[in-house]
């Protein structure tokens, strides 16, 4: 059984973000929609679509190395349904980010001919690379631009202003604020929002969000959390009765001999937003 969570998250830097994108669609040929592979549907901006006006759009279908492999191609497929021009990449390694400029080329072929045709065969191809916070654009640009070429951590919120990147290839890039949408009316999509840190963990019940989480991963992975907290007699148990099995396994007391499920939830959070729980989708396609 999962607990109920309200989770609404809009801080104002954010409105000032949608706006910036806005303003500045208009000196962009194409826009990047960087996507978390763990949860390609809840990591879209379902205002994107309005903010970037039309422009062609690539779908960056970023950190495959931390998804479901078997998940990762048929996402990759399905989004191609609808003409999208769909990337898996790996920021961390690189994987996958090398086909920006053929795919860029490509899809822009008809703008690229008319340019020289003007005579204008110098001009930069200029690409907004825009998502929600905590998907890995930044990991994504500065391995384009094969150098730190903006401040990364993973955590949401990191890049603020507007920031031009010239990968020295005929391409520039203009790198934007995460940006999130102000109500979230599928509880699901904030959960795993929630779960992949693209919401900061202040602003929640971190317990009740573990408990979450450990609950979900109880129905989507039993035998990674056996494994890694070494559970057993878990049939039909809660999230939160999970939490306290895996803390007792793990030592984790407090005063009163109660278990200390705090330390218990960041370190749950921790475990599966690095890595160590193996390759995990949240969410499923067939």
């Given amino acids: 059984m999962q607990n109920e969570m309200n989770i609404q998250w809009y801080p104002g830097h954010m409105t000032k973000a949608r706006r910036m994108i806005s303003d500045n669609i208009k000196l962009i040929d194409a826009v990047c929609e960087v996507i978390d592979a763990r949860i390609p549907i809840s990591s879209r ?10 422009k062609p759009k690539i779908i960056i279908l970023n950190r495959i190395d931390q998804a479901d492999i078997n998940m990762n191609k048929k996402w990759a497929a399905l989004l191609s349904k609808d003409g999208a021009v769909v990337i898996e990449t790996d920021s961390k390694t690189g994987k996958g980010v090398d086909k920006l400029e053929s795919v860029t080329r490509k899809l822009l072929s008809d703008k690229i001919a ?22 890995g654009k930044s990991s994504f640009i500065n391995r384009l631009a094969k150098r730190k070429a903006t401040q990364t951590a993973d955590k949401p919120g ?71 907290y070494k559970l057993d007699n878990i049939d039909e148990l809660t999230g939160y009765e999970l939490l306290e099995k895996a803390a007792k396994k793990r030592g984790f007391l407090i005063s009163g001999g109660e278990y200390d499920l705090e330390r218990m939830s960041v370190i749950l959070l921790d475990e599966f937003r690095g890595g160590k729980l193996g390759r995990i989708s949240l969410e499923w396609t067939y």
Avoid at 45 to 54: A, F, H, V
């Fill in 45 to 54: 901006n379902p205002e994107l679509d309005d903010m970037i006006k039309g």
């Fill in 114 to 135: 008319l340019n020289k045709e003007k005579g204008q065969t110098g001009k930069l191809i200029r690409l907004m690379v825009a998502g929600i916070p905590n998907v």
């Fill in 158 to 228: 990191v890049t603020r202003g507007k920031q031009w990147i010239n990968l020295g290839n005929g391409i520039e890039l203009l790198d934007t604020p995460g940006v999130l949408w102000p109500k979230f009316e599928d509880k699901e999509v904030a959960e795993n929002l929630a779960f992949t840190g693209a919401i900061r963990d202040q602003v929640m019940d971190i317990e009740t969000l573990a408990a979450n989480l450990m609950f979900r991963l109880s129905k989507l992975y039993l035998d990674r959390i056996i494994e890694r």
